[in-house]
Antibody, heavy 120, light 107 residues
Framework: QVQLVQSGAEVKKPGASVKVSCEAS????????IQWVRQAPGQGLESMGW????????NYVQNFQDRVTMTRDMSLSTAYMELSRLTSDDTAVYYC?????????????WGQGTLVTVSS | DFQMTQSPSSLSASVGDRVTITCRAS??????LAWYQQKPGKVPTVLIY???TLQSGVPSRFSGSASGTDFSLTISSLQPEDVATYYC?????????FGGGTKVEIK
């Protein structure tokens, strides 16, 4: 069965960086895009961008363009999302999702979410 | 900039009521819209994709439709287990914008 398993909760200080992992299983990792979505406490879903595991190509939402890096390790079937220069506004649950075979698509499987807390 | 306007932001309806949520895209997106349900404290799940295709395992009381840049999610007969927040998302390319969400409660 398809599963996306994310790394555990993180507490970071303002100005630091965080790297969240998303390990995929149950399907061919290279076939499907991985989207990253975040949700601040009590707020809606916010797209951050995606990575095409096959090519490594990425697309980042403008709001995060200069602070986010999405990568993947094909040998581990794992995608990563690193967010730098954290502020309290980055406190949120970060989700990875399998989205689209060979192109952007709806997210049919989600990771369990990773809570990132930014606090001094 | 692309905008996805979802309405209403919240609604309260009785069990058995027909409920409709809409998303309006600021530009044409074809059929490339999905609807998600997120129950409190849970991960989102997809209900509808390609504007009107029901995801496997989703109850048939959920349906989606499209007219130009206007998209609708309808629950034909609201059930207590449908209490959740619903989001639309377009996926025809960057940015993969979500609507603001609609919180559905039982009256």
């Amino acid at each position: 069965q398809v599963q996306l398993v994310q790394s555990g909760a993180e507490v970071k200080k303002p100005g630091a960086s965080v790297k969240v992992s998303c390990e995929a299983s149950g399907y061919t990792f290279s076939d499907y895009y991985i989207q990253w979505v975040r949700q601040a406490p009590g707020q809606g879903l916010e797209s951050m961008g995606w990575i095409n595991p096959n090519s490594g190509g990425t697309n980042y939402v403008q709001n995060f363009q200069d602070r986010v890096t999405m990568t993947r390790d094909m040998s581990l079937s794992t995608a990563y999302m690193e967010l730098s220069r954290l502020t309290s506004d980055d406190t949120a649950v970060y989700y990875c999702g399998r989205g689209g075979k060979g192109r952007t698509g709806m997210v049919d499987y989600w990771g369990q979410g990773t809570l990132v807390t930014v606090s001094s | 900039d692309f905008q996805m306007t979802q309405s209403p932001s919240s609604l309260s309806a009785s069990v058995g009521d027909r409920v409709t949520i809409t998303c309006r895209a600021s530009q044409g997106i074809g059929k490339y819209l999905a609807w998600y349900q997120q129950k409190p404290g849970k991960v989102p799940t997809v209900l509808i994709y390609d504007a009107s295709t029901l995801q496997s395992g989703v109850p048939s009381r959920f349906s989606g439709s499209a007219s130009g840049t206007d998209f609708s999610l309808t629950i034909s007969s609201l059930q207590p287990e449908d209490v959740a927040t619903y989001y639309c998302q377009k996926y025809n390319g960057a940015p993969l914008t979500f609507g603001g969400g609609t919180k559905v409660e039982i009256k």
